[in-house]
């Protein structure tokens, strides 16, 4: 079981930044597949951005490389970088990993103003 807290979301203008953070509650060595998904006001949640414990990357066609995931085992924390935002990237962000089940944080809202 791993218990998952985002962080660095907020209100920012079109073309601004953001990082976002997804603390874990233990070591993320072993966890294989770990993301970032997002749901955008009355829209179901969608993949962001995926990495393997190996490194792998995976992003979703809309982050047009804009968007970068990065993982660091040493301090049990995965990282969402994200530039060039548009009022499009709106929602809230949820931090996921696969370990024996399929685990979530709680969210953290990104709103982006144009």
């Given at each position: 079981?791993?218990h998952l807290v985002e962080s660095g979301?907020?209100?920012?203008?079109?073309?601004?930044?953001?990082?976002?953070?997804?603390a874990a509650s233990r070591s993320i060595?072993?966890?294989?597949?770990?993301?970032?998904?997002?749901?955008?006001?009355?829209?179901?949640?969608?993949?962001?951005?995926?990495?393997?414990?190996g490194g792998t990357r995976n992003y979703?066609?809309?982050?047009?490389?804009?968007?970068?995931?990065?993982?660091?085992?040493?301090?049990?924390?995965?990282?969402?970088?994200?530039?060039?935002?548009?009022?499009?990237?709106?929602?809230?962000?949820?931090?996921?990993?696969?370990?024996?089940?399929?685990?979530?944080?709680?969210?953290?809202?990104?709103?982006?103003?144009?």
């Open positions: 079981q791993v979301g907020g209100l920012v203008q079109a073309g601004g930044s953001l990082r976002l953070s997804c060595f072993s966890i294989n597949d770990m993301g970032w998904y997002r749901q955008p006001p009355g829209k179901q949640r969608m993949l962001v951005a995926t990495i393997t414990s979703a066609d809309f982050t047009k490389g804009r968007f970068t995931i990065s993982r660091d085992n040493a301090k049990n924390t995965v990282y969402l970088q994200m530039n060039s935002l548009e009022p499009e990237d709106t929602g809230v962000y949820y931090c996921m990993a696969v370990s024996s089940g399929t685990y979530w944080g709680q969210g953290t809202q990104v709103t982006v103003s144009s």
